[in-house]
């Protein structure tokens, strides 16, 4: 009898109640990080979120800080000196964002070991492009 009280007192006041809230909260957290991520996430909504993902995309495949998007300041900055010949529009770097953000998604990629190749005999039955299920993550 008394060990069923102490588990009673524990449960109440106790070591075992905190653990039992900490679990709540945590099993809360994770369902509402759920909910968002299958329901409400949109995708790349802004541009600013699909210039870092492609920015952060550069980066997992080994090719530095660079996009693909062609901004007319970064032109006039790397034509200056040197012929538009020159010029590797497929590999410009990205002076327009802070490099934080993209370098944490590129680890995200990493570490996941996403692909960013589309199969496209799969394409009508497709739903959701993986790298962008992990930066949702």
Do not use: C
Not at 23 to 40: R, T
Not at 72 to 85: D, F, H, Q, R
Not at 102 to 125: I, M, R
């Amino acid at each position: 009898m008394a060990d069923l009280q102490n588990v009673v007192y524990s449960l109440e006041v106790g070591t075992l109640r905190v653990w039992i809230l900490r679990v709540a909260v945590l099993s809360l957290v994770l369902m509402l990080g759920g909910y968002y991520l299958g329901v409400q996430f949109n995708g790349f909504s802004q541009p600013e979120a699909m210039d870092q993902a492609q920015v952060a995309r550069q980066i997992a495949r080994g090719e530095g800080f660079t996009t693909k998007f062609v901004r007319p300041v970064i032109l006039k900055y790397m034509t200056e000196g040197k012929s538009a010949s020159e010029l590797n529009l497929q590999k410009l770097p990205d002076m327009v964002h802070p490099p934080v953000y993209p370098y944490l998604l590129a680890a995200a990629f990493k570490v996941t070991g996403v692909s960013f190749e589309v199969d496209k005999t799969k394409l009508l039955d497709y739903s959701q492009f993986r790298p962008e299920m992990v930066v949702g993550g």
